[in-house]
């Protein structure tokens, strides 16, 4: 099954992927940070942009959606909102436009 790891940077993410790839799985991750991987495919990009969002879901089976601020920051409240509720949503509109079979999400009180 190839599964899409969002914020595959994180602590979530960073506790899935070895179980996942363990489990034979072929693994996409994405989230802001910057970073490369030799055993799965990442791409770096912003839960926000749609289009962004729309070409990592591609050929996706599933998604464990951890990707999001995970707590308020001092004057970037309007971030965290952004982040967290748009993300989802651009998740959630691009697994129902490309037949994602299931999406796993993770959420934070935020």
Known sequence: MNILVTGSEGGVGQAV???LL???HTVR???VMEA???DYEYRSGDLRDFETVRSV????NAIVHAGAMPN????REHDV???NTQGTWNILIASVKNEVERVLHFSSIN
């Open 81 to 83: 909102l952004a982040s």
């Open 36 to 38: 490369a991987h030799e």
């Open 72 to 75: 308020d920051r001092k004057d």
């Open 17 to 19: 992927i070895p179980q």
């Open 29 to 31: 991750g994405l989230d």
């Open 57 to 60: 879901v591609q050929g996706i």
């Open 22 to 24: 363990a489990q034979g």
